[in-house]
């Protein structure tokens, strides 16, 4: 499983190995950087050599990306859509399957709550990982959320039906998902 934490300036790519009862195991975390020096057209060739050399090194089954959305700062939208664009095509050259994911998403999944700050998730991802440290900086944290909530809602590759045990976070999760199924049902039928 692989999670990129888009950037242009710096971009976070997390390998983890997800075990069928659910468990996961670090595999390999990175942050490709790229100056600002540079011509947008050589920073994002600098990048998308970095994430082939760890698609081709790994190998994994899926891609997980932090969904774009809108801010302010159109500089940093810009370069996070356009690394994410060559993510999404990288991995299609190699018949991989993509999902993207929101911030708030892959906070709830990995914390329990939506709104979680960064100091908060990296301490949840060196937990789940098992790790000594929180991985630095926050985007090769984010990476490895993104491919852990990828890992908990997608299901893992041979794992039973129903899974294994699930943390707290994923209990979490589920009893939203299932709290906001349930509320669509109703509204649906009282149409």
């Known amino acids: 499983m692989l999670g990129v934490d888009p950037g242009l300036t710096r971009c976070g790519v997390g390998v983890i190995d997800v075990a069928p009862d659910r468990t996961a195991k670090l595999v390999d975390v ?21 994430l082939e050399a760890i698609l081709d090194e790994h190998r994994p089954q899926t891609v997980a990306l932090e ?42 999944a990995i914390t329990g709550y939506g709104r979680a700050d960064k100091a908060q998730v990296g301490a949840m991802v060196a937990r789940i990982l098992g790790l000594d440290a929180v991985p630095k900086p926050a985007d090769a944290a984010d990476a ?15 794992a039973p039906a129903g899974g294994g045990a699930l943390t707290p976070a994923q209990e979490a999760w589920r009893a939203a998902e299932r709290s906001a199924s349930a509320s669509a049902g109703a509204r649906r039928l009282s149409r």
């Not at 490895?144 to 041979?158: E, V």
């Open 144 to 158: 490895l959320a993104l491919a852990l909530c990828h890992a908990w809602r997608s299901g893992t590759p041979g």
């Open 67 to 108: 969904r774009v959305f809108a801010r302010s700062d159109v500089s940093t939208i810009m370069g996070t859509a356009q690394i994410s664009g060559v993510a999404m095509y990288l991995a299609a050259k190699r018949a991989l399957p993509v999902s993207l994911h929101t911030p708030s998403e892959v906070k709830a």
């Open 30 to 50: 990175v942050v490709i950087r790229s100056s600002p020096d540079l011509p947008i057209e050589q920073r994002l060739a600098h990048v998308a050599a970095g």
